[in-house]
T-cell receptor
Framework: DAKTTQPPSMDCAEGRAANLPCNHS???????VYWYRQIHSQGPQYIIH???NNETNEMASLIITEDRKSSTLILPHATLRDTAVYYC????????????FGQGTTLQVKP | EAQVTQNPRYLITVTGKKLTVTCSQN?????MSWYRQDPGLGLRQIYYSMNVEVTDKGDVPEGYKVSRKEKRNFPLILESPSPNQTSLYFC?????????????FGEGSRLTVL
């Protein structure tokens, strides 16, 4: 069973912020939230990760709720090249290497 | 350049003919894993390895074998491929540790079993 749940698809207008939600209600205290994206059939690419605090890098921002049961990936100014499948996963020392990706969210950025 | 290399990238084979998909990483990563991707099913983990000589099953290990004799290599072995193993396969690696889980993925190997 997936440890995270995401909406199957979302649309976003080019130039606007894309906000992708993820529920991880069973996340344990030492598990991080990671986001990856996959463009077409290429290998998934790391975007960002966090534990408790909000995080920002050159690609995106990650907002984690205080209870850590959900998070939002924000692409501040979506471009057509951001059209991809986005995966949210939880991973920490308790996982012993087993990862469940789920089906992700297909983000379609429209002109 | 840091990379995960998979070979072959494309392969068409027949049922029952043993094949190996190789995976090699040049980042001295402890953790390596294999995934298959099928339409509508996302990425599913086949096997993973936390370090040399340490391997364990993921969610869909049936019909597959792996080995981890060296740190850099993690081959996926299909002893007797069947058509239901037609899929897109990805290998990934990362450093071990709680906050070092950035996975680096290979470019994928598209396998067709006739």
């Amino acid at each position: 069973d997936a440890k995270t749940t995401q909406p199957p698809s979302m649309d976003c207008a080019e130039g606007r912020a894309a906000n992708l939600p993820c529920n991880h209600s069973t996340i344990s205290g030492n598990e991080y939230v990671y986001w990856y994206r996959q463009i077409h059939s290429q290998g998934p690419q790391y975007i960002i990760h966090g534990l408790k605090n909000n995080e920002t890098n050159e690609m995106a921002s990650l907002i984690i709720t205080e209870d850590r049961k959900s998070s939002t990936l924000i692409l501040p100014h979506a471009t057509l090249r951001d059209t991809a499948v986005y995966y949210c996963i939880s991973w920490g020392s308790s996982n012993t290497g087993k990862l469940i990706f789920g089906q992700g969210t297909t983000l379609q950025v429209k002109p | 350049e840091a990379q995960v290399t998979q070979n072959p990238r494309y392969l068409i084979t027949v049922t029952g003919k043993k094949l190996t998909v190789t995976c090699s990483q040049n980042m001295n990563h402890e953790y390596m894993s294999w995934y298959r991707q099928d339409p509508g099913l996302g990425l599913r983990q086949i096997y993973y390895s936390m370090n040399v000589e340490v391997t364990d099953k993921g969610d869909v290990p049936e019909g597959y074998k792996v080995s981890r004799k060296e740190k850099r290599n993690f081959p996926l072995i299909l002893e007797s491929p069947s058509p239901n193993q037609t899929s897109l396969y990805f290998c990934a690696s990362s450093r071990a540790g709680v906050d070092t889980g950035e996975l680096f993925f290979g470019e994928g190997s598209r396998l067709t079993v006739l």
